[in-house]
């Protein structure tokens, strides 16, 4: 059937126009040889339309005169950050065949709790990996503007099921020249205190094409340390450290010390982590903002760098089951807000991935 629906289209919506015309032919058992040229002339005029609708109703976009932004309304995770100056994707793409995400968010947790559940008075919660707005349906609220937008999340029946308090979560994009704002708002509606992590989960590109290799890239620091990394195995902390930077701003994705697992550093010095070719200044530069914990992830022969800003982290191997026992959230009391913000900057100088 797909075969029987290929035209050209000389636009740059062309594949997306093929895949809306598939699914109607197919939708109705109908090819191009059943369609007549009135009725494809109908088709084809309305499907730019069809197609633009679509995506405002699935995406949100803001720009200005350095960057454009793309964001799910699904799950708020963005899609795209493209530079008008440098002309390049920075944001990973979601090839399935590495990682079919892009910049998910994680709350209430940071990625899992032990046995993917905890307790509160004496009731069981079982938590989802990765938490409750990952994949949660947002709003765009009103006070929305071309370079900015801000999407709303709110506690469901079926949340309350598996996190017993209720909020309000809110996230606002913003771009202010070629850095784009990412500040969330936590609200505790309940009428007791509430438990909860926080964090984001950016993938940037760090293309394997053109002869290049996980050895032309570097993650780079906005400083030298000498630090251990924290081990996280199974989604958990294993109680356990390892050497990961003597006195150095920067390390290669293929250096033997960057491990399949995350690369995490608690209450992090380096408050700016970028990534970059290698002995170059870093194209983006994720700044921690409020965020005083980081995780690093780049799985070996993968062609991508995340880097995490955290409140809390992820679970310990150990950890107890009461929620308010754990030592990976952080706490809200009734009626408090907690606004917390980070923030991605891309350096127009050097060329982009």
Same mark, same amino acid.
Request: aromatic residues 12%; proline residues 5%.
């Given at each position: 059937?797909?075969?029987?629906?290929?035209?050209?289209?000389?636009?740059?919506? @062309?594949?997306?126009?093929?895949?809306?015309?598939?699914?109607?032919?197919?939708?109705?058992?109908?090819?191009?040889?059943?369609?007549?040229?009135? &009725?494809?002339?109908?088709?084809?005029?309305? &499907?730019?339309?069809?197609? &633009?609708?679509?995506?405002?109703?699935?995406? $949100?976009?803001?720009?200005?005169d350095s960057l454009s932004v793309s964001i799910s309304l699904q799950g708020a995770e963005l899609q795209s950050i493209r530079s008008k100056i440098t002309n390049s994707e920075y944001l990973w793409q979601g090839d399935t065949e590495y990682w079919d995400r892009r910049a998910l968010v994680m709350f209430p947790v940071n990625v899992a709790f032990r046995d993917w559940k905890f307790t509160h008075k004496g009731l069981?919660?079982?938590?989802?990996?990765?938490?409750?707005? *990952?994949?949660?349906? !947002?709003?765009?609220?009103?006070?929305?503007?071309?370079?900015?937008?801000?999407? *709303?999340?709110?506690?469901? $029946?079926?949340?309350?099921? +598996? !996190? %017993? !308090?209720?909020?309000?979560?809110?996230?606002?994009?913003?771009?202010?020249?070629?850095? #784009?704002?990412?500040? !969330?708002? =936590?609200?505790?509606?309940?009428?007791?205190?509430?438990?909860?992590?926080?964090? /984001?989960?950016?993938?940037?590109?760090?293309? #394997? *094409?053109?002869?290049?290799? +996980?050895?032309?890239?570097?993650?780079?620091?906005?400083?030298?340390?000498?630090?251990?990394?924290?081990? =996280?195995?199974?989604?958990?902390?294993?109680?356990?450290? &390892?050497?990961?930077? @003597?006195?150095?701003?920067?390390?290669?994705?293929?250096?033997?010390?960057? %491990?399949? $697992? /995350?690369?995490?550093?608690?209450?992090?010095?380096?408050?700016?982590?970028?990534?970059?070719?290698?002995?170059?200044?870093?194209?983006?530069?994720?700044?921690?903002?409020?965020? %005083?914990?980081?995780?690093?992830?780049?799985? *070996?022969?993968?062609?991508?760098?995340?880097?995490?800003?955290?409140? /809390?982290?992820?679970?310990?191997?150990?950890? %107890?089951?009461?929620?308010?026992?754990?030592?990976?959230?952080?706490?809200? /009391?009734?009626?408090?807000?907690?606004?917390?913000?980070?923030?991605?900057?891309?350096?127009?100088?050097?060329?982009?991935?």
């Amino acid at each position: 059937m797909l075969e029987s629906c290929r035209f050209s289209l000389k636009s740059e919506f @062309k594949g997306r126009f093929e895949g809306l015309l598939c699914g109607f032919l197919s939708r109705y058992d109908l090819t191009m040889r059943k369609v007549s040229i009135p &009725l494809m002339s109908i088709i084809l005029s309305v &499907l730019p339309i069809f197609a &633009l609708v679509c995506d405002g109703a699935g995406n $949100a976009q803001i720009e200005n005169d350095s960057l454009s932004v793309s964001i799910s309304l699904q799950g708020a995770e963005l899609q795209s950050i493209r530079s008008k100056i440098t002309n390049s994707e920075y944001l990973w793409q979601g090839d399935t065949e590495y990682w079919d995400r892009r910049a998910l968010v994680m709350f209430p947790v940071n990625v899992a709790f032990r046995d993917w559940k905890f307790t509160h008075k004496g009731l069981t919660y079982e938590m989802p990996f990765l938490g409750l707005v *990952e994949s949660g349906s !947002f709003e765009k609220v009103a006070d929305s503007r071309p370079n900015s937008v801000v999407l *709303e999340f709110r506690n469901t $029946a079926e949340t309350i099921e +598996r !996190f %017993p !308090f209720p909020f309000r979560f809110r996230i606002r994009y913003s771009l202010e020249g070629s850095t #784009l704002n990412q500040e !969330f708002w =936590v609200e505790n509606k309940g009428k007791e205190r509430m438990y909860f992590a926080l964090g /984001g989960h950016p993938g940037f590109r760090t293309p #394997l *094409e053109g002869g290049k290799g +996980r050895g032309d890239y570097d993650i780079v620091f906005s400083e030298k340390m000498t630090v251990d990394r924290l081990v =996280v195995a199974d989604n958990l902390h294993q109680n356990k450290s &390892l050497s990961y930077l @003597k006195n150095e701003d920067r390390i290669s994705l293929n250096d033997p010390r960057v %491990p399949n $697992a /995350g690369m995490f550093l608690k209450s992090a010095k380096s408050r700016q982590i970028g990534v970059g070719f290698k002995g170059q200044e870093p194209y983006l530069t994720l700044d921690l903002g409020d965020f %005083p914990n980081v995780n690093m992830w780049t799985p *070996e022969g993968m062609p991508f760098v995340c880097i995490e800003p955290m409140l /809390g982290h992820h679970d310990q191997i150990d950890a %107890p089951y009461e929620i308010s026992e754990k030592e990976c959230v952080i706490s809200l /009391g009734v009626g408090e807000t907690g606004r917390y913000r980070f923030s991605m900057t891309v350096n127009d100088g050097v060329p982009g991935p």
